[in-house]
T-cell receptor, first 113, second 109 residues
Framework: DARVTQTPRDKVTEMGQEVTMRCQPI?????VFWYRQTMMQGLELLAY????????DSGMPKDRFSAEMPDATLATLKIQPSEPRDSAVYFC???????????FGPGTRLTVL | EDKVVQSPLSLVVHEGDTVTLNCSYE??????LLWYKQEKKAPTFLFML????IEKKSGRLSSILDKKELFSILNITATQTGDSAVYLC?????????FGKGTKLSVKP
């Protein structure tokens, strides 16, 4: 049963600390997305990759967020330094891009104190 | 700017009721409209619609797309408490999916 995996599932950290979230997409999918979900804003697209190349990261605060895909089985989202307003659930999703279905991972719940 | 707007934002019904959730979209190079259900975890896929007027059905859920009026509806008949969730609509373009803020459905016994 192929699924997207994310680690950690929960992260509590203090303001100013570095946070790294990891995602393993479904094998064979060529597009990986990072979303942030809050009660106020709903689901926001932060960045996405196709064939490991970044296609769009316009939704991401560039000064503190960075996203990479070091290989086809791993995507990372890093926040440095973290701030309380970054508290949210971060979802990774994978698929074949474009208008097609995306398969979501279980999410990382981040709390920045 | 591309946008997807869902209504109502929240809805409370009783078991057995029928509900209709609405989704309107303005998406450049529109290709598809997707519905997801989100309980306490990740969104799970329900339907993908690409053609106007063709209803998709899965059990008590059905959905239809109107590409002329730029909207879609999701119907749930004979609702059950297990249908309580946030229902997300997303417009798909060449690039990716643009999500609405969702409709929170609560089904009371």
């Amino acid at each position: 049963d192929a699924r997207v995996t994310q680690t950690p599932r929960d992260k509590v950290t203090e303001m100013g600390q570095e946070v790294t979230m990891r995602c393993q997409p479904i094998l064979g999918h060529n597009t990986v997305f990072w979303y942030r979900q809050t009660m106020m804003q709903g689901l926001e697209l932060l960045a996405y990759f196709r064939n490991r190349a970044p296609l769009d990261d316009s939704g991401m605060p560039k000064d503190r967020f960075s996203a990479e895909m070091p290989d086809a089985t791993l995507a990372t989202l890093k926040i440095q330094p973290s701030e309380p307003r970054d508290s949210a659930v971060y979802f990774c999703a994978s698929g074949f891009g474009g208008p097609n279905e995306q398969f979501f991972g279980p999410g990382t719940r981040l709390t920045v104190l | 700017e591309d946008k997807v707007v869902q209504s109502p934002l929240s809805l409370v019904v009783h078991e057995g009721d029928t509900v209709t959730l609405n989704c309107s979209y303005e998406v450049t190079n529109f290709r598809s409209l997707l519905w997801y259900k989100q309980e306490k975890k990740a969104p799970t896929f329900l339907f993908m619609l690409t053609s106007s007027g063709i209803e998709k059905k899965s059990g008590r859920l059905s959905s239809i797309l109107d590409k002329k009026e730029l909207f879609s509806i999701l119907n749930i008949t004979a609702t059950q408490t297990g249908d309580s969730a946030v229902y997300l609509c997303a417009g798909g373009s060449q690039g990716n999916l643009i999500f609405g803020k969702g409709t929170k459905l609560s089904v009371k016994p």
